[in-house]
């Protein structure tokens, strides 16, 4: 067997858990200096003065840097990263001082001695389908078209016999990765060394060279170990423009992370979403409109549109469509990229409309979605390099014994607890992006593998060396793998579920060229046989098609009469997303996908304090993700789906697609179980408790 | 954080004396609590004074049944000691309900009842707090007060008590012993814990430069039929929606003997004493058991956002109880 497909354990896995894998804060070079943030207590208007004369005479405190001292910064097309420039303050949170001391405890006790004085204006924090300021967008996160429109979804929703209007919402979500955000930042002479927790450096390089207008060459940046990112570490973030900032102003290293606090507002997030969602069908199920309104905000500084409504436009086949988005710009910190943006909040809206629409035609909502199955792709016109969306739905139900399913609500009483089932589906696209990759061979037998690929925690370091192996058809253990390094050649970031796909392609053509070059090299010098390969031509030569993984995602939901309080004894996903390389790291994409999409159905709650113009719970006590007790038996399962028309490697990536129909399949499970839609998330007693019929 | 001193007493005395002297010190015991808010800036102590070696460790028993459980017992001691799971099942139940493995092997028994408030905004130094900084307003009457009390709540805070063991207790009316400088204390726990009025920046009366030394227990037949039951939004490691803590004593359908307290709804456990006084001679019955609750709750003055906590009382309680009552004892 290939060693692609084999389920190889990750190669850092021990020294993960025994704790000898370093991340980004954990070094310390000589003489390196801790900093601390210190953020604005206002969400609008202007610093009046920042006295930080008593922090300088503390203990330690070596600098404190404000607007006033700081380094003049370009723009490189983030004002996030335009850190300490101005006397604005734009949202609560904001950093407004950074403090640097000998220890890190003397740097946190001297921010909190930092006073600062501000103007204050009115905040506004209130997001709404009806917000005077709402705006339609140039374009969407991704660039994609902020409206398209197809037909005409009114007259087909005026002339339907069944119709579904409903609207669907989804508070702010805090990516909360388990590494904080992390830089260490030493300069020499005028070449920047930076370690930073980020899940693509060559990325993060582009951006910190920009800011600082360094020509690239003399920016470094490692990331060895990353511990989880789920988008919030694409994008360079203010700790790394801190970090060399800092660095370079005190003339010696300089360390920053993030307090789990300062991660709600300083790395990004999912900016809350509400989705309106309106459905038209003919008696017997086949969809004749489909339209989503898709609302979102953006903070005054920076925007960031969550594509809600892109999702909809290739799920199913109805002549008519219409999708918007439109965004305001309030007094909250910049919403970024979160697992699945788009996709996660838009097919919970879309999805639950779906299962609205197959109660109201009773009709099943497998057959429902199956009915409606495209050809094509609705939006582009283009063939799908493959869809089996159909294959995923039928599997699931298969495995998940949907036949037996009885379709009425709120009739399975099982002691104190209702029970439900419910299903979604799952689309997410399967892109690729240039990538270049370097294979040595060494006349001992060993192969250097050297990509600047990043491991957020997935396994890619492990799945990277399993292709390089396959393509040049040796054992895994003769390959050692080098990534997470600008020093090495340029790469994808790890996002967007592209990682694998991308790094892999040119991993494969590089051990192809490194084969052809051995054929006809007598004797490999001492300093090893190399080759590097770049997909720039590849990529941009690929035909146009719809490339897409798909997934079904069942699931069973026990709702506690006396209580409200819902558990999920079961979750299945099946999947179609191409080859899977590594089933043991695949896996696990899919579980963790899920488990988020678990918890942010019922779990996940930013609370705006309108007062205060902020998120209230912003730790993790308060903020809750599920919690093991929660997680229920996930089990997992994927078609066999060969697609030639993506890239070589076979593989759609399996980053997202696990997370984003879950959420819905939850909701749809709850409605089954007890007869009520909650659609607003997360589905907390509190929705249901009122509603609910009596237990005894 | 602010740099603090240290010290570890040899004794109790040794404690007190020091913790009479130094009115900017604090004990520590498992730290799970304290050394967070020390994090966050809510808590400035410029000494500690650890108390986990003076000997406060143990569970022993009283004349009557009743329990005198050391104020240094870990959480996960107290939760796995056989003569409690057997004696009082309820108290049992509250301490495993709460936190996590790893927190209830740190936490002490002492620190527990002394855990400060969830409530946001007293964790949140840069937002105004009667309870953290007395005078400085309560951002949580406008604000976000979801988890907030219902029940004895004041115009200047609505924290609640967020702990689960000392809801157990509440209900099996234990006592609270403490020393002073000035000797050794008891007191009910009832009158341990206080509603917040115009001093909400005070949880308990406890007096300053007190060490709490044990828990007393009573022996009580009610207790052997108890039952800690927690409504929250996730399985394990959330605080309390609402509980309840409940022992029922049933001979014939009829209320013998009741007791019933509630977490999650005010600034201290709440014992339900107008429903126990309206259960009992009563039939354990639906309707019975709604009206007792109704009279617990008619002096409820929820706010919109928490107004759930006022049906998933009546629902937790009703459900509670007549689950009690269908058991034929333990
Ligand atoms: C994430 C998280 C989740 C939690 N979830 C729950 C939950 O669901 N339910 C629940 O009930 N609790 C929960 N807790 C709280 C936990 O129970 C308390 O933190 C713990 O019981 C405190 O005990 P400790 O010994 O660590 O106290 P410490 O932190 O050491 O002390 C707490 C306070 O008590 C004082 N103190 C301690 N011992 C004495 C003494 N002998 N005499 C006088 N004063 C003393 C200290 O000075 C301090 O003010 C949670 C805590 C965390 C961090």
Redesign the pocket.
């Known amino acids: 067997m290939s060693v692609l497909g084999r389920p190889l354990a990750r190669l850092e896995g021990r020294e993960k858990v025994t704790g000898s894998a370093r991340y980004a804060f954990e070094s310390s070079p000589p003489g390196v200096l801790y900093a601390w943030i210190v953020q604005s207590t206002i969400a609008n208007g202007t610093i009046r003065e920042i006295d930080s004369g008593e922090a300088l005479g503390m203990p330690g405190v070596r600098f404190v840097m404000t607007w006033q001292n700081a380094l003049a910064l370009n723009d490189a097309g983030d004002a996030e990263l335009l850190v300490l420039q101005s006397r604005q303050i734009s949202y609560r949170g904001q950093v407004v001082a950074l403090v640097l001391a000998e220890t890190l405890e003397q740097a946190r006790e001297a921010a909190a001695q930092v006073s600062v004085t501000y103007d204050s204006e009115p905040a506004d924090v209130s997001l709404s389908t009806t917000h005077p300021r709402l705006y339609a967008p140039a374009y969407t996160n991704a660039m994609f078209a902020t409206d398209s429109v197809v037909g005409d979804v009114e007259a087909a929703l005026g002339a339907a016999p069944v119709t579904i209007d409903a609207t669907y919402s989804t508070p702010a979500a805090f990516n909360n990765p388990m590494e904080p955000h992390a830089t260490v930042a030493e300069w020499h002479g005028d070449d920047l060394d930076l370690l930073d927790a980020t899940q693509g450096t060559n990325w993060a390089r582009e951006t910190i060279s920009a800011v600082f207008g360094l020509p690239p060459e003399s920016v470094r940046i490692r990331s060895q170990h990353v511990g989880g990112g789920f988008g919030s570490k694409g994008p360079t973030r203010p700790n790394a423009v801190l970090a060399a900032m800092a660095a370079r102003l005190v003339g010696r290293p300089v360390k920053i992370a993030y307090t789990r606090q300062m991660m709600f507002g300083l790395s990004g997030y999912r900016s809350p979403t509400i989705s309106h969602i309106r459905l038209a069908a003919e008696a017997d199920g086949r969809l004749t409109a489909v339209s989503h309104e898709a609302f979102g905000q953006v903070s005054p500084i920076q925007e960031f549109v969550e594509q809600t409504a892109v999702p909809t436009r290739h799920m199913y086949a109805a002549p008519n469509r219409l999708t918007t988005h439109r965004v305001v710009a309030l007094n909250l910190p910049t919403p970024s990229y979160m697992r699945g943006p788009g996709e996660t909040p838009g097919l919970y809206a879309l999805e639950s409309g779906m299962d609205e629409l197959a109660a109201a035609l009773g009709i099943d909502p497998v057959e429902l979605r199956i009915l409606n199955e495209p050809a094509i792709d609705p939006e582009s016109g283009e063939a799908f390099s493959s869809r089996n969306l159909v294959g995923c739905l039928r599997r699931g139900a298969e495995r998940f014994g949907w036949s037996a399913r009885d379709p009425r609500p709120a009739v399975r009483r099982d002691g104190r607890w209702l029970v439900g089932t419910g299903v979604a589906a799952s689309i997410y696209p399967a892109d690729v992006v240039p990538s270049t990759a370097r294979i040595t061979a060494y006349p001992n037998g060993r192969f250097e593998l050297a990509v600047n690929a990043t491991d957020i925690g997935t396994g890619a370091r492990t799945v990277v060396m399993q292709i390089a192996a396959d393509s040049l058809g040796v054992e895994a253990s003769c390959i050692d793998v080098r990534i997470g390094d600008t020093a090495l050649p340029a790469a994808a970031p790890a996002g967007a579920s592209w990682g694998t796909a991308s790094w892999g392609w040119a991993i494969m053509k590089a051990g192809a060229a490194l084969l052809e070059a051995l054929q006809t090299t007598p004797r490999i010098p001492d300093s090893g046989l190399s080759v590097l390969s770049d997909t720039a031509e590849e990529v941009a030569a690929m035909t146009k098609m719809a490339r897409f993984a798909f997934g079904a995602q069942f699931v069973e939901a026990r709702v506690d009469l006396e209580s409200g309080e819902v558990t999920v004894p079961r979750m299945l996903g099946v999947f179609a997303a191409g080859r899977i390389l590594n089933p043991r790291t695949a896996r696990a994409q899919f579980v963790g996908g899920m488990t988020m999409g678990l918890s942010m159905a019922l779990h996940e709650d930013a609370v705006v304090d309108a007062n205060a113009a902020d998120y209230a719970n912003r730790d ?2 308060s903020y809750h993700i599920a919690a093991h007790a929660d997680v229920p038996d996930i089990d997992v399962e994927w078609l066999d789906e060969e697609d030639g028309n993506i890239t070589p490697t076979g593989g759609k990536g399996v980053g997202e697609i696990g997370m984003v129909g879950t959420a819905a399949a939850v909701a749809n499970a709850v409605w089954h179980a007890t007869g009520i839609r909650v659609r607003d998330l997360p589905i907390h007693p509190d929705k249901l408790i009122e509603q609910l019929p009596s237990p005894y | 954080m602010k740099p603090f001193g240290y010290e570890r007493p040899v004794d109790l005395a040794a404690a007190v004396t020091l913790l009479a002297e130094r009115p900017d010190a ?12 020390m994090r966050l800036g809510v ?1 400035r ?1 410029g000494l ?2 650890d ?1 986990n070696r ?1 000997g ?1 460790d143990g569970i022993e028993p009283m004349a009557g049944g009743g329990i005198r459980i050391g ?2 017992v ?2 996960s001691d107290l939760a796995g000691d056989i003569g409690v799971r057997t004696a009082f099942p309820l108290l049992a139940e ?2 495993l ?4 493995g790893q ?2 092997n ?11 408030t ?1 409530c946001l905004y007293f964790a949140d130094t840069s937002k105004p707090c009667n309870k953290r900084e007395p005078g400085s307003g309560c951002s949580a009457l406008a604000g976000s007060s979801r988890e907030l009390a219902v029940l004895g709540a004041s115009e200047s805070c609505i924290a609640t008590f ?6 157990a207790l509440s209900a099996l009316g234990a006592r609270v012993e ?1 020393q002073t400088e000035r000797g050794e204390h008891v007191v009910d726990i009832d009158d341990f814990y206080r509603d917040p009025g115009d001093h909400p920046e005070l949880d308990t009366t ?1 007096p300053p430069g ?4 044990a828990v007393h227990v009573p022996g009580l037949p009610v207790s052997a039929r108890s039952t800690y039951r ?1 409504a ?1 939004d996730r399985r ?5 929606l609402v509980t309840v803590a409940a022992a029922l004593e049933v001979d014939d359908g009829i209320v013998q003997g009741v007791r019933l307290a509630l ?1 999650g709804v005010a600034h201290r456990p709440w014992r339900a004493r107008r429903a126990e006084a309206e259960l009992v001679g009563r039939p354990v019955a639906v309707a019975a058991i709604e009206r007792a609750i109704d009279a617990e709750l008619s002096e409820a003055r929820p706010t919109p956002e928490n107004a759930f906590k006022v049906p998933l009382v009546r629902r937790l309680v009703t459900g509670t109880l007549l689950r009690l009552a269908a058991e034929d004892g333990r």
């Open positions: 993790f006590a | 604090r004990v520590l015991a498992g730290g799970t609590n304290l050394v967070d808010l808590e102590p500690l004074i108390v003076l406060m104020a240094g870990r959480n509250a301490v309900a709460g936190a996590s927190l209830r740190m936490a002490s028994v002492g620190g527990n009842l002394l855990q400060r969830r967020p702990g689960d063991m000392a809801v403490f406890l007190a060490i709490i030394t927690k929250r394990s490691f959330a605080f309390g977490g």
